[in-house]
């Protein structure tokens, strides 16, 4: 007979940081996509950022979520943009994806991106594109929940790119 499952106290840190730090490395053992959400801000300037936050939701609604840290510079944008777009990093997007992840620089700067629903920009190479409406979004601890509603969705054949134990991978057959 199978006992019930019982739930176990997390281990005690010895601070704060070593809490964070063990929950990262924890979290890191699960492998995602690699993500650059993109939207319009309110002035109509093109934003976007690296995620890996990014999962489905629902089939029936469409739904996908992402989530964005309180302390971003880009959250209040975000909040107010009628859309965005989710765009599927490729294996060899690396570099878009580190462009993506730094702050005050133009991220968009020399790229051949094309307009979206809502205006959200859909960058070149990815591997597959969700545009989608804001639809919601949920208080969620130190970062705050959106949640798209598909409007439309391409993919292409090309491998993504993965990232795991803090490291981009490549996936092998």
């Known amino acids: 007979m199978n006992k019930p499952y019982e739930p176990q106290p997390v281990s005690p840190w010895s601070s704060a940081e070593d809490g964070h730090r063990a929950l ?11 993500t650059v959400v993109t939207a319009l801000d309110p002035d109509g300037r093109a934003i976007g950022l690296t995620v890996n936050s ?19 510079p ?21 570099a ?30 990815c591997c597959a ?14 970062h705050l929940i959106f949640i798209g509603r598909v409007e439309s969705c391409s993919r292409s054949d090309r491998a993504p790119l993965v990232f795991h134990g803090g ?4 996936l092998r057959d």
């Open 24 to 34: 990262r490395d924890t979290l890191g053992a699960f492998a995602t996509g690699v």
């Open 54 to 72: 990014f999962n489905t939701v629902s089939l029936d609604p469409p739904l996908v979520l992402w989530s964005l840290s309180l302390a971003s």
């Open 74 to 94: 880009n959250l209040e944008a975000f909040r107010r943009a009628s859309h965005f777009a989710v765009n599927v990093l490729a294996a060899d997007q690396q």
């Open 96 to 125: 878009l994806s580190e462009r993506f992840a730094q702050r005050n620089s133009d991220k968009f700067a020399g790229l051949d991106w094309r307009e979206g629903r809502g205006g959200a920009p859909l960058l070149p190479g």
């Open 129 to 142: 594109i969700l545009e989608c409406r804001n639809e919601a979004q949920h208080a969620g601890g130190d």
């Open 167 to 170: 490291r981009y991978r490549a």
